[in-house]
């Protein structure tokens, strides 16, 4: 059964570097997301993608984040100078159409130091 | 602004149970409701969706959705202890994003 993939699944930076986290999204699916969840608090929407550009994003996606998809199966999310607070699983979720099922992989721990 | 509440439990049944998982939401231009079970340190795994008022039923679940009352349910009928779980309630706005409720603890008791 085709699933989402993400790799690391586990980063540990310290405060002000660069990291990226990345994922394979299901093969016939034309939409990505990346959700975050802080330990113990509810999974958060950061960003929606679509025909290569974002189609909506949330308060949390600063100009910090970014989203790209650099080729014809790889979804990344940058972050590009991690605070304390970035800490948290980072979830990419892909669906077939917009508002249809969102399938999540397996997530990123981000631990920033 | 968007609110999806659920109870976030524990609730706890015995084996073979019924149990009864329930979430409201705020916003009535919602069209699209999921449940999803969240182990812990897990991603969430989709388990219903509901577009339409009315029942729609899984195998053991059964998801309830009542648009006038802003309410979806889930039924897990004959619980398993393997169904020990974290059970998200979430809501599609609009096109993309999912807004997701804070989740209630369910524990089956063998």
């Known amino acids: 059964e085709p699933e989402v993939t993400q790799t690391p699944s586990h980063q540990v930076t310290q405060m002000g570097q660069e990291v990226i986290l990345r994922c394979v999204p299901i093969?016939?699916?034309?939409?990505f997301y990346w959700y975050r969840q802080i330990l113990g608090q509810k999974v958060e929407f950061l960003v929606s993608?679509?025909?290569?550009?974002?189609?909506?994003k949330s308060e949390i996606f600063d100009d910090q984040f970014s989203v790209e998809r650099p080729d014809g199966s790889n979804f990344t999310l940058k972050i590009r100078s991690t605070k304390l607070e970035d800490s948290a699983m980072y979830f990419c979720a892909s669906s077939e159409m917009g508002a249809s099922e969102q399938y999540f992989g397996p997530g990123t721990r981000l631990t920033v130091t | 602004q968007k609110e999806v509440e659920q109870n976030s439990g524990p609730l706890s049944v015995p084996e073979g149970a019924i149990a009864s998982l329930n979430c409201t939401y705020s916003d009535r231009g919602s069209q699209s409701f999921f449940w999803y079970r969240q182990y812990s340190g897990k991603s969430p795994e989709l388990i219903m969706s509901i577009y339409s008022n009315g029942d729609k039923e899984d195998g053991r679940f059964t998801a309830q959705l009542n648009k006038a009352s802003q309410y979806v349910s889930l039924l897990i009928r004959d619980s398993q202890p393997s169904d020990s779980a974290t059970y998200l309630c979430?809501?599609?706005?609009?096109?993309?994003?999912?807004?997701f409720g804070t989740g209630t603890r369910l524990t089956v008791i063998p």
């Open positions: 993608f679509y025909n290569n550009e974002i189609s909506e």
């Open positions: 979430a809501v599609a706005i609009g096109a993309n994003n999912l807004f």
């Open positions: 093969s016939n699916h034309l939409y």
